[in-house]
């Protein structure tokens, strides 16, 4: 029955470099690795190992050590050195068996050492093994080198995909802003604009005689309530001044709307500095600071909050938000919100969604919250 052929590194026979200069020794050596189904070149010497190993690299090497001109030692050296032949295992076979000899003979690169005169199947078995580590070795590196790729591969996936939701998110902010625009505009110059008149109308039919007279003052009055509630409307849905005095100015007159329509005294504390140039993000925040302080009003049982705007050290917008009111339960350290509890129950959601825009933007939100001390929650969004 035939042997199997041993196996190379590249699953063709293995391919094994024979260097000694005794014609003797090679001769018997290269003749066992044949009938053993290797493929053997022999050298006698060291220079020319090294050309032999530069020119065609070999799976293995078995290497003397006393030969004339260069001896194993330094031909090892040389192997080592370069970087397309320092990870061919070299195994030393010598008459050599001090133990400094060994220690040195490892300490230069080599992988193993036989001792002369050795046992074919000894010789075999080593061989063998360190071919087999070798290949084992290379199919690891190749398996890491897919990994690698498959991970860089999915990680380029993964921001391309987020870029994607970066910008899908700026989108969706810039169109949820224009609509606001646009309906407060249609409020302004169409529906409010039809009140007034039908308002001009009914007092000039006021003028004329009519029994049911005195039933235009509820009309009056009805068609004041929508005026006002179109202009306020308008106002909550896109107030002008974001647009014409930017953030800061916004947020001077949100405070005001909200101690004038709720109750709730807001201190504003502003870095000028920190009003973003880019005309969404302003309505992002100041859509954002609106929806946290109507929590406040809803949740926190107080009649204070305060919000503070300014740059960070990174280069990023800071809002601030904050109360001392119920506070509530925090989920886990991440600062999300256990729905449904006593202290802020229905708060959960619009937490989660202000965060999930954020993040979506590339900005983050953190919550500092518990029951009885009051609610701090920070937004942060680069510009």
């Given at each position: 029955m035939d042997r199997e052929k041993p196996k190379g590194s590249a699953g063709q026979s293995a391919s094994i470099l024979v260097v000694d200069d005794n014609p003797v020794n090679l001769q018997v050596l290269v003749g066992m690795l044949k009938d053993r189904g290797y493929k053997v070149r022999p050298v006698p010497g060291g220079k020319m190992a090294l050309l032999a190993a530069r020119r065609d690299p070999p799976d293995l090497i078995l290497l003397d050590i006393n030969m004339p001109e260069m001896n194993g030692y330094e031909v090892c050296e040389h192997l080592k050195a370069d970087d397309r032949l320092k990870d061919i295992p070299v195994i030393f076979i010598t008459g050599l068996t001090e133990l400094p000899d060994k220690v040195k003979a490892f300490a230069v690169g080599g992988v193993d050492y036989i001792t002369k005169p050795f046992q074919m199947e000894e010789l075999h078995a080593r061989v063998e093994t360190h071919l087999?580590?070798?290949?084992?070795?290379?199919?690891?590196?190749?398996?890491?080198?897919?990994?690698?790729?498959?991970?860089?591969?999915?990680?380029?996936?993964?921001?391309?995909?987020?870029?994607?939701?970066?910008a899908l998110a700026l989108e969706m902010t810039q169109v949820e802003n224009r609509e606001r625009r646009r309906m407060a505009q249609v409020l302004h110059d169409h529906i409010q604009q039809l009140l007034v008149a039908a308002k001009m109308r009914l007092e000039s039919l006021d003028k004329v005689p009519y029994k049911g007279g005195s039933n235009f003052q509820k009309f009056y009055d009805i068609l004041d309530e929508s005026i006002e509630g179109c202009r306020s409307l308008a106002?909550?849905?896109?107030?002008p001044i974001l647009y014409t005095g930017g953030l800061v100015a916004a947020l001077d007159w949100l405070a005001r709307w909200m101690l004038e329509k709720y109750g709730l005294e807001v201190l504003v504390v502003v870095d000028a500095a920190a009003d973003p140039g880019d005309i969404d993000i302003k309505a992002f925040l100041f859509q954002t600071t609106r929806e946290l302080l109507f929590n406040t009003v809803k949740h926190a049982g107080v009649a204070q909050a305060q919000i503070r705007l300014r740059f960070g050290e990174d280069g990023l917008v800071e809002l601030e938000?904050?109360?001392?009111?119920?506070?509530?339960?925090?989920?886990?350290?991440?600062?999300?919100?256990?729905?449904?509890?006593?202290?802020?129950?229905?708060?959960?959601?619009?937490?989660?969604?202000?965060?999930?825009?954020?993040?979506?933007?590339?900005?983050?939100?953190?919550?500092?919250?518990?029951?009885?001390r009051g609610t701090r929650i920070s937004v942060f969004l680069p510009t």
């Open positions: 087999t580590l070798r290949r084992m070795r290379g199919d690891l590196e190749e398996a890491n080198s897919r990994l690698e790729q498959r991970m860089a591969d999915r990680t380029a996936d993964v921001h391309r995909r987020t870029v994607q939701l970066q106002i909550e849905l896109s107030p938000i904050e109360d001392q009111g119920k506070g509530f339960v925090m989920e886990n350290a991440s600062g999300t919100p256990r729905l449904g509890t006593v202290s802020r129950s229905g708060e959960g959601f619009g937490l989660l969604s202000i965060r999930e825009r954020l993040e979506l933007l590339g900005g983050r939100m953190e919550v500092d919250a518990a029951p009885g």
